[in-house]
């Protein structure tokens, strides 16, 4: 099926698939998310920090596609947590998206050295009242952080994180799921890297008449991840798009469950990310 939505436990629903900006230069963003748009994709990843809104939001109103059928998420920079820079900085986003709201919003990083996360989620919550943004979440939490916020009340409806065959995070999706939290995997292919040349994913790309990306999507997919794969490449854009119609085996999803690795990690770790 195409076009999957999962419930957030706000009552919102976000579209499984998505489709991801990081290092896309604003004038290629404008074409690129128009292509994804093109293709059928309806979920958009950005984030402050991507300088990008301003060509996803240019992509976005020329499709002509209605608001309502759109999925925007962007992420509030790490110099902007704190409780007024946090109301600026989703105006900010806002004025360079063109848009009224976003669907998601997300603290990029905890910080958890720098201790302004607690006061970042206050503004989070005034943020989400005033309607600016539908739904409110976490990316790159450290364990004590994200239960932190938990302990507020107000649970997060996704925690965004790095999340791909090579390092599955499984302790984590753990900790989101117990708490209601939607876990989206960022770097979803691992950046194009070692995964995509995997001998695991690759025998089993062939016994699908698949890509080896398309078996990592398709896994993200059926172990319930958000997932929003990142390409410049028109055929690609294509081609992930289309990862919704392969069904990987249970044996299968067990084997790519197999590939983690303790070294797997290819970000910064969120403990240690604080300047
Ligand atoms: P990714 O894992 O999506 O890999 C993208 C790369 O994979 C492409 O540049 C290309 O080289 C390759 N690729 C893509 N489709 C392919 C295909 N069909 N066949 C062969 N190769 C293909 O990497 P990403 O961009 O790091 O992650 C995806 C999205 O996650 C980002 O665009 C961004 O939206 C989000 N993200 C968030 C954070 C965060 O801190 N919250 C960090 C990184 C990324």
Avoid: C
Wanted: glycine share 8%; no cysteine; proline share 4%.
């Amino acid at each position: 099926s195409k076009n999957q939505t999962l419930q957030l436990n706000d009552g919102h629903s976000i579209p499984q698939l998505g489709f991801g900006v990081w290092q896309v230069e604003s004038d290629v963003a404008e074409d690129v998310v128009a292509k994804a748009l093109q293709v059928g994709f309806r979920h958009i990843d950005t984030a402050e920090i991507y300088g990008n809104e301003e060509g996803v939001g240019r992509a976005i109103a020329k499709s002509g596609i209605p608001r309502e059928q759109l999925f925007v998420t962007t992420k509030l920079w790490n110099d902007n947590q704190g409780h007024d820079s946090a109301l600026h900085a989703i105006d900010a986003s806002l004025e360079r998206l063109g848009l009224d709201y976003v669907d998601l919003y997300l603290i990029h990083w905890s910080q958890p050295e720098k201790g302004k996360y607690l006061e970042t989620w206050k503004a989070f919550q005034e943020i989400k009242d005033s309607g600016k943004a539908r739904s409110i979440g976490v990316s790159n939490f450290t364990p004590k952080a994200l239960q932190d916020v938990v302990d507020t009340g107000v649970v997060p409806a996704v925690h965004q994180i790095e999340l791909h065959p090579s390092f599955n995070q499984q302790h984590m999706r753990e900790m989101d799921a117990r708490n209601g939290i939607l876990t989206e995997a960022w770097s979803p292919l691992g950046q194009g890297k070692e995964e995509l040349q995997d001998e695991t994913i690759g025998r089993i790309a062939e016994a699908h008449r698949a890509t080896p990306a398309q078996v990592i999507i398709a896994w993200h997919l059926a172990i319930g991840n958000v997932v929003f794969p990142k390409s410049v490449t028109p055929e690609r854009i294509q081609q992930n798009w289309d990862a919704q119609q392969v069904t990987l085996t249970a044996e299968e999803i067990e084997e790519i469950n197999g590939l983690t690795r303790e070294d797997g990690r290819l970000g910064s770790d969120p403990a240690d990310f604080n300047d």
